[in-house]
């Protein structure tokens, strides 16, 4: 089960995030995009580290918990901690899904289904565009 841990908001305007952001990284995060699968960067990362938000840099995800779903999309077992994201009911597209979001930021990430590997039956299914990546042993800049 994810520790839970004090979390501080980040609060920007649109203009702001879409300065900070590239053109996909803000259809994804900030206009709830999906980038096509297999294409983004993480998808294959099996590198030892820290997935954080792309967007505010706050930990979300680490590589003990990263698996491979076969669905084309970063998906993990559990996050970093309990309060790291929020889950939002989604029901777009006709479909009744649950949507992930950086609970820092608001920055959207992906969406969780209950199909994932034990200990926690969970799949949260994240876009790559909306993560960055520390990997072990190197200090974030």
């Known amino acids: 089960m994810a520790e839970t841990t004090q ?3 980040v609060h920007k305007t649109e203009a702001e995030w ?7 990284q803000f259809n994804v995060m900030r206009e709830g995009g999906t980038e096509r699968a297999f294409t983004g960067a993480l998808v294959n990362n099996h590198e030892d580290g820290i997935y954080h938000c792309g967007a505010c840099n ?22 970093v ?12 597209y006709g479909m009744k899904r649950i949507e992930v979001k950086c609970a820092t930021c608001g920055a959207h990430l992906g969406h969780v289904f209950p199909d994932g590997p034990t200990p926690t039956g969970l799949r949260y299914c994240i876009n ?5 990546f520390e990997k072990q042993g190197t200090e974030k800049k």
């Open 7 to 9: 979390t501080r908001k």
């Open 18 to 24: 879409r300065e900070l952001l590239t053109p996909e």
């Open 58 to 79: 706050a930990p979300l995800f680490t590589s003990d918990k990263k698996f491979d779903s076969g669905s084309g999309w970063p998906s993990f077992w559990n996050p």
């Open 81 to 92: 901690s309990a309060d790291a994201i929020e889950a939002v009911e989604d029901n777009s």
């Open 128 to 132: 790559s565009a909306s993560l960055g």
